[in-house]
C-alpha cells in the first residue's frame, strides 16, 4: 500500500505525465469517489442499532496535515473519553450525496443517548466547500440530538449565507458550538444568540511541548499557501527567499501533501511524524498557515508568522500569548519578518517548550460537553 502510495506522489510530480493523464485521472475520481460513498452508505446500513454510538462528521478528504492532524487526535480524543461508545466518521460528500439517502438512513439508526460530532477546522464559512451546507442539512434534521461543533473558524462574505447558517445551526439549541479564535467567537455569538458558544483551541495544539527532536538545524523553511487565502504575491515571497538565500539554505513546503488522501489517513502518525521532523531541521520557519504555525511550535523551532486575507491565523496566534512569546513573531510585513528571520539565524530563542493546552482544556472537555 505504501509502495502504492509513492509511485502515485511521483506521477503527481511530474509535470508532463500529470498533463497527460489529468482527465483519465479525474474520470477515475469521480468513479473512486462514487465507489467510496457507496462504501460509506453500506458501513451506515450495517450499523447495529443497540450499541451506543458517535457520529464525527464532515471528516477530512484531502492530504491537508491540519486537517488530518484533528481528525486523528479528535478519534484519539472520543476512544479514549467514551470507551463504551462506538465511534464511526463519514465526509460530507458522503453524507450530501443526492441519490443515497444518508440522513434517511441515519435517521433511523439514531438514539437519544448518542452523540454527533462534527469535524474542526475552518468549515463554518461560505467560501467553497461542502462541510457549512452538510452542517445546514444536518443539524436542523435532528434537532434534539446531542450535538458538538468542534473547535470552528466562522467566517461569512455573504450575508444571505450567514443569515441561513444562523437559522439552520440554531435549530438544535442544545448543541454546543466550540469557536477556535476571538473573532470566530464573537461572529458565533452574534450568528447563533441561542447556542452555548464557548472559546476552545484547536485540538492540534496539544501536542506542542511532547515531541522532542535532535535534529541539526540549518536555514530557513517557508510554508505557506497558493490558494485564495494568501495575502502576499508569489513574486513577493521569492522575492524575499532570493534575499534570505544570500544568508543561509531556504527551502518551500506546505501543510497539504501530495501523497493520496486515502493513505494519509489510514497512517496520519506516520505522514506527521514525517512533517514535524522536516520542520524541525530548520532555525526559522515562515509561515501563512495556522497549523504551520502550530507544527512548528511542536518541533520547537520559531515561527515567524505572515497574513493572509482573513482573521484565522492573527487571531489564532492570541492562544500563544504569555506562553509561546519567545519562539512566535507576528510580521507586519515581508521586511520585518526578514528582520526577525536574520536575528533569529544569529541567536534561535534558548527557552523551553511545555505541554499546556491539553491540561488545561481538552482535559476538561468531556465534563465540559456534559455539563452543556
Same mark, same amino acid.
Given at each position: 500500500?505504501?509502495?502504492?502510495?509513492?509511485?502515485?506522489?511521483?506521477?503527481?510530480?511530474?509535470?508532463?505525465?500529470?498533463?497527460?493523464?489529468?482527465?483519465?485521472?479525474? /474520470?477515475?475520481?469521480?468513479?473512486?469517489?462514487?465507489?467510496?460513498?457507496?462504501?460509506?452508505?453500506?458501513?451506515?446500513?450495517?450499523?447495529?442499532?443497540?450499541?451506543?454510538?458517535?457520529?464525527?462528521?464532515?471528516?477530512?478528504?484531502?492530504?491537508?496535515?491540519?486537517?488530518?492532524?484533528?481528525?486523528?487526535?479528535?478519534?484519539?480524543?472520543?476512544?479514549?473519553?467514551?470507551?463504551?461508545?462506538?465511534?464511526?466518521?463519514?465526509?460530507?460528500?458522503?453524507?450530501?450525496?443526492?441519490?443515497?439517502?444518508?440522513?434517511?438512513?441515519?435517521?433511523?439508526?439514531?438514539?437519544?443517548?448518542?452523540?454527533?460530532?462534527?469535524?474542526? =477546522?475552518?468549515?463554518?464559512?461560505?467560501?467553497?466547500?461542502?462541510?457549512?451546507?452538510?452542517?445546514?442539512?444536518?443539524?436542523?434534521?435532528?434537532?434534539?440530538?446531542?450535538?458538538?461543533?468542534?473547535?470552528?473558524?466562522? /467566517?461569512?462574505?455573504?450575508?444571505?449565507?450567514?443569515?441561513?447558517?444562523?437559522?439552520?445551526?440554531?435549530?438544535?439549541? =442544545?448543541?454546543?458550538?466550540?469557536?477556535?479564535?476571538?473573532?470566530?467567537?464573537?461572529?458565533?455569538?452574534?450568528?447563533?444568540?441561542?447556542?452555548?458558544?464557548?472559546?476552545?483551541?484547536?485540538?492540534?495544539?496539544?501536542?506542542? =511541548?511532547?515531541?522532542? /527532536?535532535?535534529?541539526?538545524?540549518?536555514?530557513?523553511?517557508?510554508?505557506?499557501?497558493?490558494?485564495? &487565502?494568501? !495575502?502576499?504575491?508569489?513574486? &513577493?515571497?521569492?522575492?524575499?527567499?532570493?534575499?534570505?538565500?544570500?544568508?543561509?539554505?531556504?527551502?518551500?513546503?506546505?501543510?497539504?501533501?501530495?501523497?493520496?488522501?486515502? !493513505?494519509?489517513?489510514?497512517?496520519?502518525?506516520?505522514?506527521?511524524?514525517?512533517?514535524?521532523?522536516?520542520?524541525?531541521?530548520?532555525?526559522?520557519?515562515?509561515?501563512?498557515?495556522?497549523?504551520?504555525?502550530?507544527?512548528?511550535?511542536?518541533?520547537?523551532?520559531?515561527?515567524?508568522?505572515?497574513?493572509?486575507?482573513?482573521?484565522?491565523?492573527?487571531?489564532?496566534?492570541?492562544?500563544?500569548? =504569555?506562553?509561546?512569546?519567545?519562539?512566535?513573531?507576528?510580521?507586519?510585513?515581508?521586511?520585518?519578518?526578514?528582520?526577525?528571520?536574520?536575528?533569529?539565524? &544569529?541567536?534561535?530563542?534558548?527557552?523551553?517548550?511545555?505541554?499546556?493546552?491539553?491540561?488545561?482544556?481538552?482535559?476538561?472537555?468531556?465534563? !465540559?460537553? &456534559?455539563?452543556?
Amino acid at each position: 500500500m505504501e509502495m502504492a502510495g509513492n509511485i502515485i506522489e511521483k506521477l503527481r510530480n511530474n509535470n508532463i505525465i500529470r498533463k497527460t493523464i489529468r482527465p483519465v485521472y479525474f /474520470f477515475y475520481i469521480d468513479i473512486l469517489t462514487g465507489l467510496r460513498i457507496r462504501m460509506d452508505i453500506r458501513k451506515l446500513k450495517r450499523l447495529p442499532k443497540l450499541q451506543k454510538r458517535i457520529y464525527l462528521l464532515g471528516i477530512p478528504t484531502a492530504a491537508n496535515m491540519g486537517d488530518m492532524t484533528q481528525y486523528l487526535l479528535i478519534l484519539e480524543w472520543l476512544r479514549k473519553n467514551y470507551p463504551d461508545y462506538d465511534v464511526v466518521d463519514f465526509p460530507s460528500r458522503s453524507i450530501l450525496y443526492k441519490n443515497c439517502r444518508f440522513l434517511d438512513i441515519l435517521e433511523k439508526k439514531l438514539k437519544p443517548e448518542d452523540y454527533i460530532f462534527f469535524q474542526s =477546522g475552518y468549515d463554518t464559512h461560505d467560501l467553497g466547500g461542502e462541510e457549512d451546507i452538510m452542517h445546514k442539512a444536518v443539524i436542523p434534521r435532528f434537532p434534539r440530538q446531542k450535538m458538538i461543533m468542534m473547535p470552528q473558524t466562522v /467566517f461569512f462574505r455573504s450575508k444571505e449565507r450567514e443569515r441561513q447558517s444562523s437559522e439552520a445551526y440554531s435549530k438544535n439549541r =442544545g448543541m454546543l458550538f466550540l469557536a477556535r479564535d476571538q473573532v470566530s467567537y464573537q461572529k458565533a455569538q452574534e450568528m447563533f444568540p441561542d447556542l452555548n458558544v464557548v472559546l476552545y483551541p484547536d485540538i492540534v495544539t496539544t501536542l506542542i =511541548g511532547k515531541y522532542h /527532536f535532535k535534529s541539526e538545524r540549518k536555514g530557513v523553511l517557508f510554508c505557506h499557501r497558493a490558494d485564495g &487565502e494568501k !495575502f502576499y504575491s508569489k513574486e &513577493e515571497l521569492e522575492a524575499l527567499k532570493t534575499r534570505l538565500r544570500r544568508k543561509t539554505v531556504v527551502d518551500s513546503a506546505d501543510t497539504t501533501i501530495s501523497a493520496p488522501n486515502m !493513505f494519509v489517513r489510514r497512517d496520519v502518525r506516520k505522514y506527521l511524524h514525517k512533517m514535524l521532523l522536516q520542520f524541525s531541521r530548520y532555525q526559522v520557519i515562515i509561515t501563512d498557515r495556522y497549523h504551520g504555525t502550530i507544527f512548528s511550535l511542536i518541533a520547537g523551532t520559531p515561527v515567524i508568522v505572515i497574513k493572509t486575507t482573513d482573521h484565522k491565523v492573527t487571531t489564532g496566534l492570541d492562544w500563544f500569548a =504569555g506562553i509561546y512569546d519567545e519562539y512566535i513573531y507576528l510580521a507586519e510585513n515581508l521586511k520585518d519578518a526578514e528582520t526577525k528571520a536574520c536575528q533569529w539565524l &544569529e541567536q534561535m530563542p534558548q527557552g523551553k517548550i511545555r505541554p499546556y493546552f491539553e491540561k488545561k482544556y481538552y482535559a476538561h472537555l468531556k465534563e !465540559f460537553i &456534559e455539563e452543556n
